[in-house]
């Protein structure tokens, strides 16, 4: 029984640098799988931009625009707002004021929490 015993510990001592050691050999394979994705998350995000460029325009002028007389197309170009929202702002026209968009139910206010601070709603 002791033979035994001892046998099972000097088996388990050998292998166990080995699991070890196997941990060790893979661990760089990892850090190369985090670094290849950190590496493609940028080309993602340039993708991206190149798919859309003028989704963000608003943004980027720092101009405000006019919800009053502004395109739908330029409409579109305010993040959050698209197709549906935008067709349904001109179709509300004329607002006296730009808090109107989430009153008339034209746009929900989360939404027009985000985008307040892009648009202005000019009087003729």
């Known amino acids: 029984m002791r033979a035994l015993a001892k046998l099972l510990l000097f088996t388990a001592a050998l292998t166990l640098p080995v699991a070890f050691g196997q941990a060790k ?4 394979k990892a850090a190369e799988k985090k ?3 950190k590496k493609a998350a940028p080309d ?4 991206e931009k190149k798919a859309a460029p003028e989704k963000k325009v608003a943004e980027k002028k720092g101009e405000l625009i006019d919800i009053n007389s502004a395109s739908a197309d330029t409409l ?8 549906a929202y935008s ?13 109107e968009l989430p009153q008339k ?5 989360a939404t027009y929490d ?6 202005i709603a000019k009087q003729k």
């Open 35 to 37: 670094t290849a994705d």
């Open 114 to 119: 985000k985008i307040k601070d892009l648009i």
């Open 105 to 109: 139910k034209i746009i929900p206010q």
């Open 44 to 47: 993602a995000k340039a993708a």
């Open 25 to 28: 050999k893979d661990a760089p």
């Open 87 to 99: 067709a349904a702002i001109v179709k509300g026209r004329p607002y006296k004021r730009k808090d």
């Open 76 to 83: 579109k170009t305010i993040p959050g707002i698209g197709d």
